[in-house]
């Protein structure tokens, strides 16, 4: 069974920077489609960024040209380097891989099927 664990969250002001890490174990992580997703309180789970197996990306609009998603397959490791960072990005922010995703729906987190625990993000306002 494949498990991930989330690290790097925090309080950081507006216009600052943090980096997720999402470390996996029981499996490597470069056989499955990752993404990043956050859910805030009271809203619907949502995708913030995508990467494929081949490393090809994928990005909310909200988040596009300030958040970006790696991997380290040797590390089996995924990353979300955040910045310029806004009191909306506020949310608890979860890795999740799928065993299988359209190229379409990578944001969807309906086809993930593996989660970690989440880990809190606050930018104060």
């Known amino acids: 069974q494949l498990q991930l664990v989330e690290s790097g969250g925090g309080s950081v002001q507006a216009g600052g920077s943090l980096r997720l890490s999402c470390a996996a174990s029981g499996y490597t992580i470069s056989t499955y489609p990752l993404g990043w997703f956050r859910q805030a309180p009271g809203k619907e789970r949502e995708g913030v960024a995508a990467i494929h197996r081949d490393g090809s990306t994928d990005y909310a609009e909200s988040v596009k040209g300030r958040f970006t998603i790696s991997k380290d397959n040797a590390e089996n490791t995924l990353y979300l380097q955040m910045n310029n960072l806004k009191p909306e990005d506020t949310a608890m922010y979860y890795c999740?891989?799928?065993?299988?995703?359209?190229?379409?729906?990578?944001?969807?987190?309906?086809?993930?099927?593996?989660w970690g625990q989440g880990t809190q993000v606050t930018v104060p306002s």
């Open positions: 999740a891989a799928a065993l299988g995703v359209y190229r379409d729906q990578s944001l969807n987190y309906q086809w993930y099927n593996y």
